[in-house]
């Protein structure tokens, strides 16, 4: 039966090829680059980044050389940025434990910081075409319908159960780097979540598809509701035409990333000038010139916030030392959560046309 499964999966890649921008890089850095956009991205939406990526660093050296700050302005708007900075101390640990030459073995390439079992078995595959099974959520849903898993693969038995059997698979088909590539295309292309059972190569013999479980599998424990969090962000503009920006140092959600001041409450229940005064010591209350609010969706959080306009003049106190104000030509420098991007692009960076 294995056998069965990669040879006909393996023709089904030579059938239905998939054009990915990273397919012609077969160096293990940029499949580095490549499989840590991806891991929380959808294909198409990480391409330009991966593109971008490479034209502003070409190799580990490069990526070694640079700050946190540049890379996150390159970074911004893909989310989850310990992603980025994981990749930096990675190139930094190259650079610094094997001169700037990629490693070349599984067991080097795991002991990069950030670079976990999926990663290593990526890059040791497709660069070196080392007999190593990636698994990802493709993957996992193939797997468990073809072999009928019914262990939840969230738990470390249903993990390993599907790494076995992958690894398995792999090693039969005699071409790690093609049924690599094969199995995870075939998962986004064909067994997708709602799957093209009808002209499927295996649907002889899947299980899932055979004993009609098709729908249920892979087998996942219900999620957790979102928790909800209030961010209420000032857009301090100062009588230079400046506005206050400050980096998130805490052990939190975009943390290394900056933002504008903030107040983070229990309610979405507006602020009132006062308690804006004195939370942030201004001397004398500021004129809120408007207020606006938007939702931004994380993985497990939905952030609620709450934006106020205020001008600062030469009367209020400014002593927050963690504030930096920053004038319009010097922003593009920062990188900060995608939504208050694009509430200081609407709200500062075009006000003039508007
Ligand atoms: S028959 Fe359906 S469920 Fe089974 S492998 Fe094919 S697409 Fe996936």
């Known amino acids: 039966m294995t056998q069965f499964f990669s040879s006909t999966l393996l023709l089904w890649h030579r059938q239905n090829p998939i054009d990915h921008a990273w397919k012609k890089d077969v160096l293990p850095y940029n499949i580095w680059v490549s499989e840590i956009i991806l891991q929380q991205t959808r294909v198409a939406q990480g391409t330009p980044y991966y593109i971008k990526f ?31 900075s ?38 040791s595959s497709f660069a070196y075409n080392l007999p190593h099974a990636v698994v990802d959520g493709n993957v ?17 038995k249903g993990k390993k159960q599907i790494q076995t059997i992958a690894q398995r698979l792999l090693e039969e088909s005699k071409e790690p780097s093609l049924f690599n590539q094969a199995i995870m295309d075939f998962g ?27 729908g249920v599998l892979p087998r996942k424990k219900q999620k957790k509701a979102k928790k909800k969090r209030y961010f209420h962000s000032f857009l301090f503009t100062n009588h230079l035409g400046n506005i206050a920006i400050q980096k998130r140092t805490a052990k ?31 001397g004398i209350e500021p004129n809120i010139l408007k207020t606006q609010k938007f939702s931004q969706i994380l993985s497990h959080q939905i952030i609620q916030f709450v934006f106020y306009n205020i001008p600062l003049t030469k009367e209020h106190e400014i002593k927050n030392k963690s504030w930096t104000f920053t004038s ?10 995608k939504t208050l991007t694009s509430y200081i692009s609407n709200n500062y960076i075009l006000d003039e046309c508007h």
């Open 54 to 84: 490479i034209k502003n660093y070409p190799t580990v050296l490069a990526l070694s050389k640079t700050t946190e700050k540049k890379l996150f302005s390159i970074w911004e708007g893909l989310g989850y940025y310990r992603r980025a």
């Open 252 to 282: 939190d959600i975009w943390q290394g990333l900056y933002q504008l001041p903030m107040i983070e409450t229990k309610s979405i229940q507006s602020i009132k000038s006062i308690e804006i005064k004195n939370h942030f010591s201004l």
């Open 328 to 337: 319009k030509s010097k922003i593009k420098n920062y990188g900060f959560p």
């Open 188 to 214: 986004a292309n064909q067994c997708k979540p709602v799957p093209i059972c009808e002209d499927c190569m295996f649907n002889k013999k899947c299980k899932a598809f055979l004993l009609n479980k098709v």
């Open 86 to 123: 994981n990749m930096l101390k990675g190139a930094k640990y190259i650079v610094e434990t094997y001169n700037g030459k990629f490693p070349k073995t599984y067991k080097e390439i795991i002991e990069i910081p950030g670079v976990g079992p999926y990663t290593a078995a990526a890059i």
């Open 140 to 156: 996992n849903r193939v797997i468990s319908r073809w072999h009928d898993i019914d262990e939840d693969l969230t738990k470390q």
